[in-house]
């Protein structure tokens, strides 16, 4: 059972594909939604979209392929699983090589494909959470003030109130006093955690 809450979108031309996989899916507790080709998908899609993307590789009009760089152009973060026949490896191989996050080729097992599907859902989950603590650290270190963000990243660095003092040529008390709003402000009570939340604005 998926506790992601992310949704499966299915995008295969073959209606019994689709409504094979759409009972697959339910009987593992999974919500899906179909669709008969890329175009109709595309009309579909919304940025900020969560769950993850079941996609024939090789379909009429706009190929699976076609739809991965357009989803790419509109900056998505749907991971996407192809499905390939036999001929298609080196073209799923491809799609790997262009951000595809994994491909099974037909026929395939039911379990085998609903573990790749619930390994998707829990990837795009956890990226998830990391753009939102992203979004809220972000979001944070601009209240700081520009003296506040020099303090900060001297914490960050590694070096004690003093050297910080003598670099700033300000008081002890003064980096003190900055160092505590940091830590109040960016919403953490040791410097491990404010390291851990200063690699968040390198992304």
Known sequence: MSETGGIVFVVDDDEAVRD??????ESASLQSQCFASADEFAEHYQGGMSGCLLLDIRMPGKSGLELRDWLDQQGAQLPIIF???HGDVPMAVDAMKRGAIDFIQKPFSDDELLQRVQQALESEAGDRADRAEADRVRANFETLTPREREVMQQVVAGRVNKVIALDMDISQRT???HRARVMHKMGVRSV???VRLASFLDK
Request: charged fraction near 15%.
């Open 175 to 177: 980096v003190e006093i």
């Open 192 to 194: 491990a955690d404010l």
């Open 20 to 25: 094979s996989l759409s009972l697959l899916l």
């Open 83 to 85: 499905i390939t026949g």
